[in-house]
């Protein structure tokens, strides 16, 4: 197995049995080896998750959220523990990081791999899925993308402080959990 200089930051609240199935997939059946960072927004993450093959743990804010209020909040502890996995990335100088959920399995490193190749053979510096600019759903006043998986290039988004995002700042009745 080689090292590869590549980075996968994972955020999770209380899915651990899909977090384990994603390390694992990553770390026992792809070729290379990958900086892999998780945050948990969960206060007993780290007693779930404390063990796993992974390079990095944070402990994101311990957001708490109940059904049928306000969805503010679980917005707030998604997109923090998205910054705080990928922040927590950057600090290992990879060439990409790749975000995941804990429930977005990629299963072929080859195609992930190609992913990479396709996103600087166009001189990208973001890989996302989403339905993009343009389109402008209540939930998406500026465009729609979604986390559950993209790929950036960590010297672009240290450029940009990318992962600096501050959650109150925007707008709460306006955006999706994704």
């Known amino acids: 197995m080689k090292t590869s200089n590549n980075a996968i930051a994972i955020s999770v609240y209380d899915k651990f049995d899909e977090v384990k199935i994603l390390v694992d997939i990553i770390r026992e059946n792809w070729e290379n080896k990958y900086f892999i960072t998780l945050c948990?927004?969960?206060?007993?993450?780290?007693?779930?998750?404390?063990?796993?093959?992974?390079?990095?743990y944070v402990q994101g804010d311990p957001v708490p959220y109940f059904k049928g209020k306000s969805r503010i909040n679980i917005r707030y502890r998604a997109i923090d523990c998205v910054r705080k996995s990928c922040q927590e990335a950057l600090k290992f100088n990879p060439k990409t990081i790749m975000h995941l959920h804990s429930d977005a399995w990629p299963l072929s490193e080859k195609k992930y791999?190609?992913?990479?190749?396709?996103?600087?053979?166009?001189?990208?510096?973001?890989?996302?899925?989403?339905?993009?600019?343009?389109?402008?759903?209540?939930?998406?006043?500026?465009?729609?993308?979604?986390?559950?998986?993209?790929?950036?290039?960590?010297?672009?988004?240290?450029?940009?402080?990318?992962?600096?995002?501050?959650?109150?700042?925007?707008?709460?009745?306006?955006?999706?959990?994704h």
């Open 40 to 56: 948990c927004n969960h206060p007993e993450g780290e007693n779930h998750l404390g063990a796993l093959s992974i390079d990095s």
């Open 113 to 177: 791999l190609r992913l990479i190749d396709e996103m600087y053979g166009k001189r990208a510096k973001l890989g996302i899925r989403g339905f993009g600019h343009g389109v402008y759903p209540w939930s998406s006043p500026l465009g729609h993308v979604d986390d559950m998986f993209f790929i950036a290039d960590a010297e672009h988004a240290k450029k940009v402080d990318l992962f600096d995002i501050r959650p109150l700042a925007l707008l709460p009745h306006k955006q999706s959990v």
